[in-house]
């Protein structure tokens, strides 16, 4: 058994934690939002995409059958990134149809397809649509455009369903808007109810959007007004059909539905500040001005009231949309700051700032030209960006240390910004991309699977965080869904991994004030390991220690690294008298290399225990590849 000591001194405070340090971050990247937060179940739905398979359909929709001589169908655009589907039934035979595979439907939830529909010419009698074993007969629409709704029960279990839709007779039959989501789903006003209900769960306190390196290729306005008007373009940041169902108020509203304060990242990359001042005013303007009537016309007729805002995303990146120089993107940052101020001039700005290893004069020079500018100064950093299975004693060493690299580096930046604009300077860091991410690719939707292991890790960043508290105001986890993520999604459920855990532990679980806390104990070095570097003197148990604001109750954060030793420390405490330990929550599970899924989604998990209350000093036994959080009440 190792032993350490954790002494806490209640009354050196270090800073006070902004609750945003337990922040998330979406993007339209993968299955993230489409295909996560979002309920929509069909792709290609505006009938825009690709054509892999060259049917004349965008993917993955289908003719039914071999009916080249009966069925004829083509596209006819209605409108920038919006065609309608053309079935032309030279033949009143069978069913003419069309079909979307690969739907999973369960037993007895209920199904909502709405579209548009039309006959053009001809005599079609009978329109159908069926999915997972049920169907539903209409009358044929007449010749102007119907707005339909059908639901239709799910009659069976199955992972391999086709939303089907068909007509009987002759002539034209056309179809546009297509959509599909279960019923609960519709009625929360599109979001997913299975993931709505895991983000409520752990309270995220600002989430950030649309990018990531899709803002940089985003058009705000394509994704605002009517669904159906909407155009489906192309993103050139991941090379994929973007639907623009999820805009602007879809997020806002989803945030203030999860309780979340919205970060929007702005468009430096292809669109100018004008584009990014007219975002502002259409979410913070009033009513009486020109995007404000917008917005009002688009249903919201108070402000949104979005505070925080990035102008650009990764600017020095030679692999972003309009990566520029430091000396460049500092003089555009003015620009589009002087712009989106005149539209609101309460919001808080956030500027591209780089990870000061890999890009060490980047901050430096754009706090010199814009420093006056900047609330907060961005870094993101995800290791270790390889993977080695075959040595997994090392991979897991590398990653549970790397917080110790992280926080040095968090460290650096802050030095900068004193140097640069002086010890009074107010500009704080936002580290509003963070994770670990191994060898996931984009070919892949970027979808890593987490282990116990990175949950201890997650852990150790948000020790680091509390110590950092006077220079760090935001953190965000890139990302919350599916992608890198902290919840994960199936077809029809929903989970959180390991690193949602920590989350669950540590975001509803901390004091708002960080103090002093020390920890002697055994210590690791490890090798290099892809971007992390080698460390010495490791601490194998890492602690912060944060009071409440009443100050009747302490919270001791603890990880253990180990991934075999329990460490058995002793607790000592200054500052306040007669406090005892009464609580432990525990987050862990059977093995370092333990994972959830959507059949043990508790397989690392938190498990808090009530304890006999026991007076300090207490020795408190830490368990092998675990974070714990103590309570120690008066």
Known sequence: MLQATITVDADNRVGRIDRNIYGHFIEHLGRCINGGIW?????????????????????????????????????????????????????????????????????????????????????????????????????????????????????????????????????????????????RDRETGGYRVDVLELVRAISPPVI????????????????????????????????????????????????????????????????????????????NGPADTEMGRLRAAHGNEEPLDVRYWSVGNETYGGWEIGNVPAEEYGRLFVEFAEAMRGADPEIELIAVGADPVRFPDWNRTVLEIAGEQIDHLSVHRYVPHTRDDEQRERQYRAIVAAPVDIERRLAAVGETIEEVLGPDSEVKIAFDEWNVWLDATGDEGIEERYELRDAVFAAGVFNALHRLSPNVSMANLAQLVNVLPAIVTSQTGAWGTA??????????????????????????????????????????????ATVADDGDEVIVSVVNRSPTEGVEAEIVLFGVEGHRLAEASILNGQSEAAWNDETRPAAVCVHTEKLEPMALPVTYRFPPHSATILRLRA
């Open 39 to 183: 309920g929509e179940m069909l792709q290609g739905r505006r009938f825009v995409g690709f054509d892999d398979d060259h049917n004349g359909l965008p993917d993955p929709w289908q003719k039914v059958g071999d009916r080249a001589p009966q069925l004829l169908t083509d596209l006819q655009p209605e409108g920038p990134g919006r065609n309608a589907l053309r079935m032309r039934c030279l033949r009143d035979a069978e069913l003419h149809a069309v079909r979307h595979p690969g739907l999973a439907v369960r037993r007895g939830v209920r199904y909502s397809v709405q579209l548009e529909i039309r006959v053009a010419q001809g005599e079609i009698r009978e329109v159908e649509m069926a999915l997972g074993g049920a169907r539903e007969v209409r009358a044929a629409p007449g010749s102007e455009w119907e707005r339909w709704e059908v639901e239709l029960p799910g009659r069976w279990d199955s992972d391999e369903a086709a939303l089907t839709i068909g007509c009987r007779g002759r002539g034209e039959m056309q179809v546009r808007d297509v959509s599909l989501m279960t019923a």
């Open 499 to 544: 690193i949602y855990r920590a989350f669950e532990l540590y975001a509803g679980n901390c004091g708002q004030v960080a103090v002093a806390c020390d920890c002697e104990g055994p210590t690791f070095d490890t090798e290099a390991f892809g971007n992390i570097p080698a460390l010495s003197e490791v601490p194998v148990l890492d602690a912060s």
């Open 208 to 283: 950030r959007w649309p990018g990531g390196c899709f803002a940089d290729g985003y058009r705000w306005r394509d994704a605002v007004g009517s669904r159906s008007e909407r155009p489906a373009v192309y993103d050139p940041a991941w090379r994929a059909w973007e639907p623009n169902d999820f805009g602007t108020d879809e997020f806002v509203a989803w945030c203030r539905m999860v309780g979340a304060q919205p970060y929007i990242c702005v468009n430096t990359g292809s669109a100018g500040a004008e584009e990014a001042a007219a975002c502002v005013e259409y979410c």
